[in-house]
């Protein structure tokens, strides 16, 4: 519809303009300088002709490669002006049709010039991107050229010379007011190649029209033709550096394109590799966790097997015993005071060890909860170390010699779990030592930490099992001949470290096992113990006074 709009307006303004200007010179046809030699000039016409021809080729090569309509445009208009050239002066040795009619192939080939100028000149100063009106008006002057080449394909340019080239002065002059402003004012350099194109044939041109149409006089200026030939080569030149331009301009925005796709290409390559890493991390973290989580379910299934094989060891010993004795008093009464006092004395030791173990159970389990806290009081050291090595007296086997004299009075801890741990070291002490002394003794080490070791006259530990005897289940190889469920010494280095100390081993004098544990001194006023303490440092050799 708008291209509709320009077409019927180009008409009606052509129509007008032929009727309010009269057209003198018809008959003569376009003549640009008449009566004047090209001898003179012939060189820059050659020039001329034969740059408008290499540049054209240019164009075309340029339009086959980028598709861009310019390009097109470009090879149209020197076209163009090359067939005017060559229709207005016919140099010597080039053949053109149309010699019996040369006025209407000149006619023919200035209005085809104008069509495609008009065209050219809005598409390569981008007159709809800066100024949509005036687009517009170089629409409607298109299609008045168009509309005069289809009358003068007719024969009628005669009629409508003047009006055709009054359009073009108008055209022109507005052409060249815009771009000057674009240059000056908007500063878009870019367009100075192709202002510096058409500036100097436009002056030219316009001065030509003026005189032609009689508005300005007929003053012979010597070299005249040497002048235009010199501007329409100087056009050619000009118009190939603005095009070649504008394949730079093009190439270097396609090369910053590609530049910048490239760019977030590989800025998408490296949010993917990092998306890689970051779910490899999560997988192999959640993979981790997974084998974390059936690991930690496979120790606990071994564990609860083994808590099972325990109590099926160590609860049915001392019940059997204690079943038996029963039996045997149920099935044979007696009033022997002494069998009396042997079978109460199998039971309670029985019974003593089902408590050791259930006591040993029931305190491991309170360690694993995770509210748990140390109950700590000044107690009274003698005490405690007496209770804890009650089991000894119900061995016909051992003796218990008790070294306090180098030990504090009080000590500030958990009653309740040192006698447990101490006792379980006692316990361990009556099932594994041959026959003999059982030695507990207590002192201060230079650090100020308490030391209550256990010694006995056993069969000892390998260096190697020595560190592996306080793991859950862990029973050193010279005692899997003794029943035992390998939870003691695991619950004695656990209460030692909540007391900011801990549990280790060392080979006694002449022989067997020593097992020491360490506490750490608590100010007074400090807040129960929440969590294990990392294990205290190991001294290097026995203080004095301790048992070697």
Same mark, same amino acid.
């Given at each position: ?310 109590? $099926? ?110 006792? $379980?070291?006692?316990? $361990? ?53 003794? $029943? ?65």
């Amino acid at each position: 519809m708008q291209t509709l709009v320009q077409a019927l307006a180009a008409a009606a303004l052509l129509a007008l303009l032929t009727r309010l200007l009269p057209n003198p010179q018809a008959a003569q046809g376009i003549a640009v300088f008449p009566g004047r030699s090209m001898a003179p000039a012939a060189m820059l016409l050659y020039a001329y002709m034969g740059s408008a021809l290499a540049i054209t080729l240019m164009s075309l090569i340029l339009w086959c490669w980028l598709r861009e309509r310019l390009y097109i445009l470009c090879a149209a208009l020197l076209a163009a002006g090359f067939a005017y050239a060559a229709f207005r002066y016919r140099p010597e040795g080039l053949w053109l049709p149309g010699a019996n009619q040369p006025q209407h192939a000149l006619s023919i080939a200035y209005c085809s010039f104008c069509v495609v100028a008009t065209v050219f000149f809005s598409q390569l100063f981008e007159f709809r991107r800066h100024w949509i009106w005036a687009a517009h008006l170089f629409s409607v002057v298109a299609w008045l050229n168009a509309i005069a080449l289809g009358l003068a394909l007719l024969g009628g340019y005669p009629q409508i010379s003047r009006a055709v080239v009054f359009t073009a002065l108008v055209s022109t002059s507005f052409g060249a007011v815009f771009v000057l402003y674009l240059l000056v004012v908007r500063r878009q350099w870019q367009y100075l190649p192709g202002a510096l194109a058409f500036a100097v044939p436009s002056a030219l041109g316009i001065l030509n029209l003026l005189r032609t149409q009689g508005l300005l006089p007929d003053v012979a200026l010597p070299s005249a033709q040497m002048l235009w030939f010199a501007g329409r080569v100087s056009e050619a030149i000009l118009l190939g550096m603005a095009v070649t331009n504008r394949t730079r301009v093009a190439e270097r925005a396609l090369r910053s394109e590609r530049m910048q796709a490239l760019s977030r290409a590989q800025a998408a390559e490296r949010e993917l590799e990092s998306k890689v890493l970051q779910r490899t991390a999560q997988l192999q973290t959640a993979q981790q966790a997974l084998q974390t989580a059936l690991h930690s379910e496979r120790e606990m299934r071994l564990e609860q097997r083994q808590f099972f094989n325990m109590i $099926n060891h160590e609860f049915r010993t001392p019940l059997t015993i204690v079943d038996g004795a029963a039996t045997e008093l149920q099935t044979f009464p007696t009033t022997d005071a002494d069998s009396l006092i042997e079978q109460a004395s199998q039971i309670r030791r029985a019974s003593r060890r089902l408590m050791t173990l259930v006591d040993t159970c029931l305190i491991s389990d309170r360690l694993d909860a995770g509210a748990f806290r140390l109950q700590l009081e000044q107690t009274p050291l003698d005490e405690l170390l007496e209770e804890s090595a009650e089991l000894v007296g119900w061995s016909r086997r051992h003796r218990l010699k008790l070294d306090l004299e180098h030990g504090p009075q009080q000590w500030q801890c958990d009653p309740v779990l040192v006698r447990i741990a101490i006792s $379980n070291l006692v316990g $361990n002490a009556i099932k594994y030592a041959k026959a003999g002394d059982i030695t507990l003794a207590a002192r201060c080490d230079a650090s100020g930490d308490l030391l209550i070791s256990v010694s006995d006259q056993g069969p000892g530990l390998a260096p190697e099992a020595a560190g592996q005897v306080f793991e859950p289940y862990e029973r050193a190889s010279a005692t899997r001949h003794v $029943n035992g469920h390998g939870l003691g010494l695991s619950v004695v280095r656990r209460i030692a470290r909540l007391h900011a100390g801990d549990a280790f081993f060392q080979p006694a004098a002449g022989g067997g096992a020593c097992f020491v544990i360490r506490l750490g001194r608590f100010l007074p006023g400090t807040a129960d113990a929440r969590q294990e303490r990392p294990p205290a440092a190991r001294p290097a050799a026995v203080p004095p006074g301790m048992p070697a």
